[in-house]
């Protein structure tokens, strides 16, 4: 007999970009992926909250099981965003992958320090950008994550 074969759960992201750009290129890219759902994608770091917190226009939104942030935004930067959330009892468990384009040392030793799960320097090719996220969705839905 054949055993069925079991896909593995789709991961819900946020992603948290201030560049349009940006973010429809990682648009394109996160739902050409079959294992990938953005359940939202938000400007700054104040709607990340607002986001993760249900609160205002997000009082239905989902809770992600990964977040996708970068780091250099208006009103709330990924720094502020990742250390808010990380003494956040109900949003310290969820993983943050740094995404972000600095590559500064002190920015990687920043995040972990803070709590990022991940730092990655973004990609400056649509093929580099699409093979990055690809490894994104190998590791994380491999990785045991923590039920809601």
């Known amino acids: 007999m054949i055993s069925p074969v079991i896909s593995a759960p789709m991961l819900q992201v946020l992603l948290v970009e201030d560049s349009l750009t940006q973010a429809m290129l990682m648009k394109n890219v996160v739902e050409r992926s079959d294992q990938l759902q953005l359940?939202?994608?938000?400007?700054?770091?104040?709607?990340?909250?607002?986001?993760l917190r249900r609160t205002g226009?997000?009082?239905?939104?989902?809770?992600?099981?990964?977040i996708l942030l970068d780091l250099n935004m208006p009103k709330k930067d990924g720094f502020e965003v990742l250390q808010e959330m990380k003494q956040d009892e109900e949003l310290k468990s969820i993983p943050v992958i740094v995404f972000t384009?600095?590559?500064?040392?002190?920015d990687v030793?920043?995040?972990?320090?803070?709590?990022?799960?991940?730092?990655?320097?973004k990609?400056?090719?649509?093929d580099e950008l699409a093979s990055t996220v690809d490894n994104i969705v190998h590791y994380w839905t491999n990785a045991k994550l923590l039920p809601h």
């Open 39 to 51: 359940v939202g994608v938000v400007r700054d770091g104040e709607e990340a909250m607002q986001f």
């Open 57 to 66: 226009e997000f009082s239905e939104a989902e809770k992600p099981d990964l």
């Open 101 to 106: 384009t600095s590559d500064r040392s002190e």
């Open 109 to 121: 030793v920043n995040c972990y320090k803070i709590g990022a799960s991940t730092f990655i320097t």
């Open 123 to 126: 990609p400056t090719r649509l």
